[in-house]
């Protein structure tokens, strides 16, 4: 398992991720580091009933190592640029890169948490996180050497053999964590994965995100309601409009890599960017 990170890739003003297109000269060299590049993306649904433009003109490179959050109203299509990175989803218009190549299907070289854990009840922890493995096809020894590790670093060890109805609603979520990162994806995709836990476990899992996010390297897209868990967790975070989400504005939060949580909370870069998103997303439009 790679568990080096190297910051200098965040850390050098040359290397550091573009933003939208247009934003100040950002994007010209992004194409070939970029680990997910949006070019231009529209998507409409069509159907007889109804016509829905849910995304228009985004444009977005996220460099390899990057983590960079995704907030805006409900309905502007969150979820839906997640999908078209992971090739669940074919854009109207426009082109989606992952690790430099052009997205035409499902991709397996990312890692996908969704809203609910979706753990299969039958199945102890371990057998969960196995899953990954198995729908894989990856070689049992190394999969469960890598379970085990990713149980160790997500605070697991001692409920390996437990059922999901016997772990707390933060393990379960964690469960998830370690399923999305079994097979070590550049790119790991997390839409609103702690809406359902209580504040405080809340809280702990973006402590523990943000040391994994560390110590793995991987490239982070994360959408979510709440602006402090976006600044708090991001280098960017990405502001949309409402339907049809077009990006309204890219924020650099400006934090070292490396968050006490508390101590985080009480910077004024934090106040700052949490106070300019909420003024962005207006007060109706997010909650947190
Ligand atoms: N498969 C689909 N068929 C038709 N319309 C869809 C489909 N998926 C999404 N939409 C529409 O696209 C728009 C964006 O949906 P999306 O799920 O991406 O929103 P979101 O920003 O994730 O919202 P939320 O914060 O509520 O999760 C919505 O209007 C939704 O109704
Ligand atoms: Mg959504």
């Known amino acids: 398992m790679t568990m080096t990170r190297d910051t200098s890739l965040r850390d050098s003003p040359g290397t550091t991720a573009p933003g939208a297109a247009g934003d100040s000269g950002k994007t010209a060299e992004a194409g070939a580091a970029a680990a997910v590049g ?27 190592g990057e983590f960079v959050a995704i907030v805006g109203p409900s309905g502007c299509g969150k979820s839906t640029l997640l999908k078209l990175v992971a090739g669940l989803l074919k854009p109207s218009a426009g082109q989606v890169r992952l690790n430099g190549e052009q997205v ?44 085990d590790e990713l149980i160790a670093m997500t605070g697991l060890t001692g409920f390996e053999d437990a059922y999901p109805h ?19 994806p550049p790119v790991l995709l997390m839409d609103e994965p702690f809406g359902a836990l209580d ?6 899992m973006n402590m523990e995100l943000n040391r994994i996010w560390r110590e793995t390297g991987t490239t982070v897209l994360l959408v979510t309601h709440s602006i402090s868990e976006a600044v708090y967790l991001a280098d960017r975070v990405v502001v ?22 508390t101590q985080t909370l009480a910077r004024p870069e934090f106040h700052e960017a949490t106070g300019h998103i909420r003024d962005l997303l207006g007060a109706a439009s997010a909650h947190d």
């Open 38 to 64: 949006l070019e231009k993306i529209a998507v409409r649904f069509r159907s007889r009933r109804r016509d829905v433009t849910a995304l228009h003109e985004v444009s977005l490179d996220v460099a390899m």
């Open 104 to 147: 035409n299907g499902p991709r397996h070289d990312i890692g996908y948490v969704f809203q609910r854990a979706a753990l299969l009840e039958w199945r102890s922890a371990r057998r969960n996180i196995l899953i990954q493995a198995e729908m894989r096809r990856m070689p049992s020894v190394l999969a469960r050497a890598r379970a």
């Open 166 to 184: 016997e772990l707390s609603g933060g393990m379960q979520q964690r469960v998830a964590l370690c399923r999305a990162l079994l097979h070590e």
């Open 199 to 204: 504040a405080l476990t809340r809280e702990q």
């Open 240 to 261: 949309m409009s409402p339907r049809p989400g077009t990006i309204t504005e890219i924020i650099d939060v400006g934090l070292p890599a490396e968050r006490d949580y």
